[in-house]
């Protein structure tokens, strides 16, 4: 166990709807990245904030936002969903050392599915 | 290009024999660092182990190891002493820079399927 928690673990949906994906990272942890793992484009990095900041943007299409709470909890958004969307879904997070490798710690991914 | 290369889709290895899984990087950036993941098929990415551009001595963890050629720009995983709860896929992955802002944002190679056979 990661200790990070993702909800919903499965989501299954229409072309063209709106889903939420929530994250709570470890205890202590004060990143959140977002990851999407597809099939055709592998794993990929989407987004990162850092104490509800955002601090860097990856692949992460216009129909895609995130944010992170005051209680570091996390939410992705997914609208206007395309077949092309399915996909699983990590959170990370991890804690930033001085000289650490800053290693990111996975949660079980949500599995989204677009029909 | 590529920025990290794993360039074999699957291996295969007997239960109790050593195993080594590829990866090749390409970065520009000084500082940088390697990592391994491993995702059994129920699909959480696992920690492996870390290399660091800096860190004159290969990284170990308890069976895994990073043979890491930094002129070569490779960074290969072996595993000792395979288990069959070693099959799984395997990702390699960089981070550029030396952390801020870029600590988490680690670029993938596609992966590699090990199979581990009794």
């Known amino acids: 166990d990661s200790g990070v928690t993702q909800t919903p673990k499965h989501l299954i949906t229409a072309t063209g709807q709106r889903v939420t994906l929530r994250c709570s990272p470890r205890s202590g942890d004060l990143s959140v990245y977002w990851y999407q793992q597809s099939l055709d484009q592998g794993l990929q990095f989407l987004i990162h904030?850092?104490?509800?900041?955002?601090?860097a943007k990856g692949n992460i299409l216009e129909r895609f936002s995130a944010q992170q709470f005051p209680d570091l909890h996390s939410e992705l958004n997914l609208s206007s969903l395309e077949l092309g969307d399915s996909a699983l879904y990590f959170c990370?997070?991890?804690?930033?050392?001085?000289?650490?490798?800053?290693?990111?710690?996975f949660g079980e991914g949500s599995r989204l599915t677009v029909l | 290009a590529q920025k990290i290369t794993q360039t074999q889709p699957g291996m295969f290895v007997q239960e109790k024999e050593a195993v080594t899984l590829d990866c090749t990087y390409d970065?520009?950036?000084?500082?940088?660092?390697l990592f391994w993941y491993k995702q059994p098929s129920s699909g959480e990415m696992i920690f492996l182990i870390y290399q660091g551009s800096y860190d004159q001595q290969n990284a170990t963890e308890g069976r895994y190891s990073l043979n890491f050629q930094k002129a070569r720009k490779s960074a290969n995983l072996v595993i000792s002493a395979s288990q069959l709860g070693d099959s799984a896929m395997y990702f390699c992955?960089?981070?550029?820079?030396?952390?801020?802002?870029?600590?988490?944002?680690?670029?993938f190679g596609q992966g590699t399927i090990l199979t581990v056979h009794p």
């Open positions: 990370a997070s991890s804690v930033v050392l001085a000289g650490g490798p800053g290693e990111l710690f």
């Open positions: 904030y850092y104490n509800g900041e955002e601090r």
């Open positions: 992955a960089m981070r550029e820079g030396p952390g801020g802002t870029s600590y988490g944002k680690l670029t």
């Open positions: 970065t520009s950036d000084p500082s940088y660092g």
